[in-house]
């Protein structure tokens, strides 16, 4: 697919993990995402709960109508978790480059289940803007959307679109996590500390806990 093609366009590391750990290393990926997705929504929802009223003319599209991730927010949420991983995974060279199709497969069935060809449209529909720098704002309508049932929740949308560096580290951290890239896992989690008291509330203290443990 051509969704793939950009993930890994450079040359790999020589210390890559074998394919027999492949399974495993997608599993742990797509566990530990599924965290940081439910936390990483409870605070959109709570942020959008806590919104003073007369930040919005139309009162009605700051109404929480939708507390639960599901529906089109989930796979929303697990499409965009897949570019953050496509990221990381670009940047770190976890996988060779002509290995790179076969472990995303096993990734994306990975985090995606059963609705893997329902995530397709979000992560064609994030992809399109990657290079214009507005992925991460497409992703928060789309959220939002769900959260307030509302079409076009622009005002909305750009509070969510606060808590994108720390989604983002989050999710990279438990990529890197599943790798053994501790190194890269410390840096994260020093770039995320100020980020997750400010807009991600315990999400960063639980992923760091975590990685800790995991290092032990």
């Not at 790999?12 to 990926?29: M, T």
């Not at 069935?109 to 609705?115: L, M, P, R, T, W």
Request: hydrophobic share 35%; with cysteine; proline share 3%.
């Amino acid at each position: 697919m051509g969704l793939f093609k950009r993930i890994f366009g450079v040359d790999g590391k020589d210390d890559l993990p074998s394919h027999e750990n492949w399974r495993a290393i997608a599993q742990n990926i797509a566990t530990g995402m599924e965290e940081v997705r439910k936390d990483w929504f409870a605070t959109c929802v709570k942020i959008l709960q806590d919104r003073p009223p007369d930040e919005d003319a139309i009162l009605t599209r700051s109404e929480v109508k939708n507390m639960h991730l599901g529906g089109k927010a989930e796979l929303a949420a697990k499409a965009y978790q897949l570019c953050l991983a496509s990221d990381c995974l670009a940047l770190h060279e976890y996988v060779s480059p002509r290995e790179g199709q076969d472990f995303a497969d096993i990734l994306y069935n990975q985090v995606c289940g059963k609705h893997f060809k329902k995530c397709l449209p979000y992560l064609s529909r994030y992809n399109e803007v990657w290079r214009d720098g507005k992925r991460h704002f497409r992703f928060s309508i789309d959220v939002a959307s769900h959260i307030t049932d509302y079409e076009s929740p622009v005002s909305e949308a750009r509070d969510i679109a606060k808590t994108h560096l720390t989604f983002a580290f989050a999710n990279h951290i438990v990529v890197a996590s599943a790798f053994g890239d501790v190194k890269t896992v410390k840096e994260l989690q020093e770039k995320m500390k100020s980020e997750s008291s400010k807009s991600f509330g315990n999400v960063g203290k639980r992923i760091e806990g975590d990685t800790a443990e995991g290092q032990q």
